[in-house]
T-cell receptor
Framework: SQTIHQWPATLVQPVGSPLSLECTVE??????LYWYRQAAGRGLQLLFY??????ISSEVPQNLSASRPQDRQFILSSKKLLLSDSGFYLC??????????????FGPGTRLTVL | QQQVKQSPQSLIVQKGGISIINCAYE??????FPWYQQFPGKGPALLIA?????SEKKEGRFTISFNKSAKQFSLHIMDSQPGDSATYFC???????????FGQGTRLTINP
């Protein structure tokens, strides 16, 4: 079975500081990977997705960037955090290829607070 | 046309009652309709999913009803329990597509 690992679990950062959130996947090869943000009490906003190493699609223009340096590693970054970057960040993965459904499996999330 | 509209935004049900959450879509090319359950501070987890070749799918107390002509699908939770209190998201996608389109979420509270 597939497992998504995310760290850190919680993070408090000052405005203007850099950010790096890491996501790794176990149990599948060459997955599609996704970064979502969830504001308090709100829905899931897709930020980035990747279909392979070095391939990143951005859904929402913003202060964030993503990279996929390895097949099972997905990183979310920012050079200078804004207050509006606060939220719950979720990494998700999906199997691809013959027989795969469109099911996405999610990690435990990172709670980011920008002060 | 890519939206999935979910209602209600919040729902309170008594223990033992039936919880019903509805979703509507426009894109007739959608052919995969999952429901996710999310507890506070956790990531969403797949609860149940349906494809449009069937009108209903049941797994334990959870049932998806699908109405292709109306472009609607709903989640029914029978004998609702306090442990079912969570946020529920419907979603839709096209087989082979890279993204899911999520509804806005429903916060369900089951009163004991």
């Amino acid at each position: 079975s597939q497992t998504i690992h995310q760290w850190p679990a919680t993070l408090v950062q000052p405005v203007g500081s850099p950010l790096s959130l890491e996501c790794t996947v176990e149990g599948t090869s060459n997955p599609n990977l996704y970064w979502y943000r969830q504001a308090a009490g709100r829905g899931l906003q897709l930020l980035f997705y990747s279909v392979g190493i070095g391939q990143i699609s951005s859904e929402v223009p913003q202060n964030l960037s993503a990279s996929r340096p390895q097949d099972r590693q997905f990183i979310l970054s920012s050079k200078k955090l804004l207050l509006s970057d606060s939220g719950f960040y979720l990494c998700a993965g999906a199997q691809v290829g013959r027989g795969a459904t469109n099911e996405q499996f999610f990690g435990p999330g990172t709670r980011l607070t920008v002060l | 046309q890519q939206q999935v509209k979910q209602s209600p935004q919040s729902l309170i049900v008594q223990k033992g009652g039936i919880s019903i959450i509805n979703c509507a879509y426009e894109n007739t090319a959608f052919d995969y309709f999952p429901w996710y359950q999310q507890f506070p501070g956790k990531g969403p987890a797949l609860l149940i999913a349906i494809r449009p070749d069937v009108s209903e799918k049941k797994e334990g107390r959870f049932t998806i009803s699908f109405n292709k002509s109306a472009k609607q699908f709903s989640l029914h939770i029978m004998d609702s329990q306090p442990g079912d209190s969570a946020t529920y998201f419907c979603a839709a996608s096209i087989q082979g597509a890279q993204k899911l389109v999520f509804g806005q979420g429903t916060r369900l509270t089951i009163n004991p």
